[in-house]
């Protein structure tokens, strides 16, 4: 076997620099052909028929599949995940606003029973815990506000 074995040395620079290129270049389109196939599902617009048409194109002749997509549909793709984006950010306000809006919607039992097991531990007085509890079967107060007061004791 005659094989020729290449040294560091033997390998010039400026073919590391187009090996390096290529294999760039490579990532790039597979980052561009996972792209194309995540806009092909994401768009609403567009059949299944031409879903399936688009990708069994792109997929078959991946080179011509994915130049023709990008000058056919390219221009609208950038809407498309913009508008996907503002949806995932109106999705997650909208969790906040439920999840904060649940956390405020507590009833006068719920207070109540807050307080007591607050005076059970002797976090306040029985004089604070009549003061909160006055508060909140007159609506005008929460248990939180009594949390924060001094715990200092009376006698």
């Known amino acids: 076997m005659s094989a020729q074995a290449y040294l560091a ?20 389109w597979f980052v561009l052909l996972f792209r194309i196939i995540a806009d092909l599902f994401r768009d609403d617009d567009l059949s299944g028929w ?23 549909r390219g221009k609208n793709m950038g809407r498309r995940e913009v508008e996907q984006a503002r949806a995932q950010q109106q999705a997650f306000d909208s969790y906040v606003r439920e999840t904060a809006q649940s956390g405020a919607g507590r009833s006068s039992a719920d207070e109540l029973a807050k307080l007591s097991e607050m005076r059970a531990r002797g976090d306040i007085t029985d004089e604070e815990f009549g003061r909160a509890k006055e508060l909140v079967l007159a609506g005008s107060g929460t248990s939180e506000r009594t949390a924060d007061a001094p715990t200092t004791p009376t006698g």
């Open 9 to 28: 040395y033997d390998y010039p620079a400026l073919s590391v620099f187009w090996s390096m290129l290529v294999f760039f270049l490579w990532i790039i």
């Open 50 to 72: 031409g879903k399936t048409g688009w990708l069994v194109f792109v997929i078959i002749l991946p080179f011509l599949g994915v130049f023709v997509y990008l000058v056919a």
